[in-house]
């Protein structure tokens, strides 16, 4: 039973364009939602997160949008930049306050020169 | 304020044999918790420890255990280990309270089983 879901295993953008990076969770009992990005034998960095009770969280060029009704989050970078090549995993975390972190199986992303 | 710092990055070990992997979170932080990353399973929850108590607990089998010293340092155990164990080991610390739910992660330990 997959809570965290991300669909697209990869995507490619031109770089200055818009990235749009889609999770869905299956679970209403979450309190924060997290993206992180990760590089190959490395540990994931955070980018940004958003809690539950809110719609949109921005920093910079990322911005993350909750849809709770849908269940629907999603990561926009813009502008797209090589250097954001990597996979990209969503994760959300429980509301009993522990730190359990549920992960989406990560999307791919490679932004072209 | 150092990293999350996990010891040894990469380890080789025997079918069979066991292994201890070594977890040090950031100052202050009293939460640790292991994932395991592997290409089929993506990244999955081992457990979560608390001021020493396991507070949570991932679906994997008793040969996967931990603990946690008073001073949050954190080890994770592996016994008897079979092939499938080899995978990427992430040691993430968090603070006791936050408003991101943010977990600092470590740079993993590569763990080969032949």
């Known amino acids: 039973d997959q809570q965290v879901k991300q669909n697209s295993p990869s995507l490619s953008v031109q770089e200055g364009r818009i990235s749009i990076l889609n999770c869905d969770y299956t679970?209403?009992?979450?309190?924060?939602f997290l993206w992180y990005k990760k590089y190959p034998a490395e540990g994931p960095t955070f980018l940004i997160s958003?809690?539950?009770?809110?719609d949109k969280n921005e920093d910079g060029r990322f911005t993350v949008f909750l849809n709770k009704s849908a269940k629907h989050l999603s990561l926009h970078i813009v502008p797209s930049q090589p250097g954001d090549s990597a996979v990209y995993f969503c994760?959300?975390?429980?509301?009993?306050?522990?730190?359990?972190?549920?992960f989406g199986s990560g999307t791919r992303l490679l932004v072209r020169p | 304020k150092a990293g999350v710092t996990q010891t040894p990055r990469y380890l080789i070990k025997t079918r069979g044999q066991q292994v201890t992997l070594s977890c040090s979170p950031i100052?202050?932080?009293?939460?640790v918790s292991w994932y395991q990353q592997t290409p089929g399973q993506g990244l999955q929850f081992l457990f979560e420890?608390?001021?020493?108590?396991?507070?949570n607990k991932g679906n994997f089998p008793g040969r996967f255990s931990g603990r946690q010293f008073s001073n949050s340092r954190s080890e994770m155990n592996v016994s008897t280990l079979e092939l499938g164990d080899s995978a990427l080991y992430l040691c993430?610390?968090?603070?006791?309270?936050?408003?991101?739910?943010?977990?600092?992660f470590g740079q993993g330990t590569r763990l080969t089983v032949v």
């Open positions: 993430a610390s968090s603070p006791a309270t936050s408003d991101t739910g943010r977990a600092f």
């Open positions: 679970n209403s009992m979450f309190d924060y």
């Open positions: 958003i809690s539950s009770i809110k």
């Open positions: 994760a959300a975390r429980g509301k009993d306050s522990s730190y359990k972190l549920i």
């Open positions: 100052s202050g932080h009293r939460s």
């Open positions: 420890y608390f001021s020493e108590t396991q507070r």
